[in-house]
DNA sequence: AATTTAATCGACAGACTTGTCAGTCGATAA
DNA sequence: TTATCGACTGACAAGTCTGTCGATTAAATT
């Protein structure tokens, strides 16, 4: 019986694997990092996580910048795919932003670092590492619906940039805010799936209900 | 005409002067703490701010940490102050929380650097020099609020623990978001005074939107 | 005017961090 | 079995950052 390199690899797990050994590295760095941010955080640190030296660190990804360019390209990677698939433009405007923070949502419980790499790169680095990056996509993509929902009379009249920022502090600021919250009795599983699941029903029911037009459509509560 | 030695100081302004250049270090750590953290702020770069020589940071404050911890505590006077003069209890929750959200909102436009230290606190320290510090106190009165709201029916039956976190979300968004939301137009002018009256109103509007119980109390709007 | 006290500075020691390098070791293939 | 190549390591050079110290000068006091 015939075995291929790649069959070989993946069950006989061997002692140097290329592929395995980055892909820690990825995952001790995106952990670093989403704590600490580019700056504060010790590549020394992130070596003794995946148990591998620190100099493998520059042998696969250059630098200290480099590897952090990869942790954020990996992890918006999922978050920019799954909003783009959301094909929103095909359904009523409430529908759409539902879909839309359901799916945002999914996936920021997927992977809860990732808010806290977002507002590093946010506050300390001002965004010079998102120029071409995700989430001004999906900034686009949320000011979009709220806009048409505007116009077709369901939602409020709303500020459309100022409510998707707010929004998406609505949806966000929890993942952040988990380490200064952790002093409440619910603190200790802030990330536990029934936590999480709480959590997005929570969120997209204190959104829809905020920007919905008041009452009917159909016959305006206004005078005239 | 006797004057006092308060009066001279104030008026002449003299070289030396203990008070002035503390408070001058206080602001240059706010602004350097804000944007990088406790870890990644360097007291160099601190120092350059001021004018005065890096030394003065040791002299005055012991150490990087004696310094930020000052820094945190005096962010957080105002807003702590603020809230607790709110007197919420004799209001009618809307009321009650409508007049919280401008009370904190109101805080934070006067000092915006305040919830990105929040949150590098949160994120990197997990909050360990807030353990008695005021946004627990914060976060126990938003909860109250809406408990009492929603014990009284005129808000949703949500839950007020995960609201709360996301109304704050709601509401300090803005502030961190704002470094990822400099290559909007709008985004170049997100903290003058006008953007930020707007935010207030945007955010106060959907999260009163957000809690409050559809239609009227009296005349169920369901089927029956 | 002389003396004391307090504020300030510049230089620097020591610790910590990044990134490099020479060389070891394991797998694969001839 | 041995040569080769890529994965991997530990030690270290170079640079950065914190915190200290003695000297210096402005204000207060006598």
Same mark, same amino acid.
């Given at each position: 019986?015939?075995?291929?390199?790649?069959?070989?690899?993946?069950?006989?797990?061997?002692?140097?694997?290329?592929?395995?050994?980055?892909?820690?590295?990825?995952?001790?760095?995106?952990?670093?990092?989403?704590?600490?941010?580019?700056?504060?955080? +010790?590549?020394?640190?992130?070596?003794?996580?995946? &148990? /591998? !030296?620190?100099?493998?660190?520059?042998?696969?990804?250059?630098?200290?910048e480099g590897l952090y360019r990869a942790v954020l390209e990996r992890s918006h990677a999922d978050l920019l795919q799954t909003v783009q698939n959301l094909d929103w433009e095909h359904l009523f405007p409430e529908v759409a932003l539902e879909k839309f923070l359901q799916a945002l949502l999914d996936c920021v419980s997927r992977n809860p670092k990732l808010p806290a790499m977002m507002f590093h790169e946010?506050?300390?680095?001002?965004?010079?590492?998102?120029?071409?990056?995700?989430?001004?996509?999906?900034? +686009?993509?949320?000011?979009?619906?709220?806009?048409? &929902? /505007? !116009?077709?009379?369901?939602?409020?009249?709303?500020?459309?940039f100022q409510s998707a920022i707010n929004i998406m502090g609505t949806c966000l600021f929890y993942f952040i805010g988990a380490g200064n919250i952790q002093q409440f009795p619910q603190g200790e599983q802030l990330l536990s799936p029934a936590m999480l699941q709480r959590h997005a029903e929570e969120a997209i029911a204190l959104v829809l209900a905020g920007v919905r037009a008041p009452s009917k459509p159909i016959a305006p509560a206004e005078h005239e």
């Open positions: 019986m015939v075995r291929t390199k790649a069959e070989k690899v993946k069950k006989a797990k061997p002692v140097r694997d290329a592929i395995a050994t980055q892909a820690v590295i990825l995952a001790a760095a995106e952990e670093e990092f989403a704590q600490h941010g580019l700056t504060a955080a +010790r590549t020394e640190a992130i070596a003794a996580k995946t &148990g /591998v !030296a620190k100099s493998m660190i520059y042998y696969y990804f250059k630098d200290k946010a506050i300390q680095n001002h965004g010079k590492y998102y120029k071409d990056s995700s989430s001004v996509d999906i900034d +686009r993509i949320s000011i979009a619906i709220l806009e048409r &929902g /505007v !116009a077709a009379g369901v939602f409020r009249p709303l500020d459309p």
